[in-house]
Nanobody, 113 residues
Framework: QVQLVESGGGLVQPGGSLRLSCAASGGIFGMMGWYRQAPGKQRDLVASIISDGTTNYADSVKGRFTISRDGAKNTVDLQMNSLKPEDTAVYYC?????????WGKGTLVTVSS
C-alpha cells in the first residue's frame, strides 16, 4: 500500500523560502514530484524528478525551486526560494508506480505579507 506523508508548508513573506518534504512508502517509484492547486484553478505540475535524477520544472518556478530525491529514504523534497504571492496554493506530493499515480493529502503554502 502506497502512503505519502508531506510536511513543510506554512505562511511565508514574499521573497522568503520554504522546504517541502514527502516521505513515500509502499514501493519503488520511477517518478516523484510536486503539483500545486490554487483556489479555483486546476492542479498543475511544479516539478518532477525521475530515478536517474532528470528533473522537470514548470516555467514559473525555474531558477527559484529545486527538487531533489533520496532513493535510500524514498523521499522527495522541494526547496522553494524567492517565493511570490502567486505561489500560494496547496502543494501535493505525487509518485508514480508503474502506470499508477499516487497523491499525498496536500500541504498549504501561503505567501503573503
Amino acid at each position: 500500500q502506497v502512503q505519502l506523508v508531506e510536511s513543510g508548508g506554512g505562511l511565508v513573506q514574499p521573497g522568503g523560502s520554504l522546504r517541502l518534504s514527502c516521505a513515500a512508502s509502499g514501493g519503488i517509484f520511477g517518478m516523484m514530484g510536486w503539483y500545486r492547486q490554487a483556489p479555483g484553478k486546476q492542479r498543475d505540475l511544479v516539478a518532477s524528478i525521475i530515478s536517474d535524477g532528470t528533473t522537470n520544472y514548470a516555467d514559473s518556478v525555474k531558477g527559484r525551486f529545486t527538487i531533489s530525491r533520496d532513493g535510500a529514504k524514498n523521499t522527495v523534497d522541494l526547496q522553494m526560494n524567492s517565493l511570490k504571492p502567486e505561489d500560494t496554493a496547496v502543494y501535493y506530493c505525487n509518485v508514480r508506480k508503474f502506470s499508477t499515480n499516487y497523491w499525498g493529502k496536500g500541504t498549504l503554502v501561503t505567501v503573503s505579507s
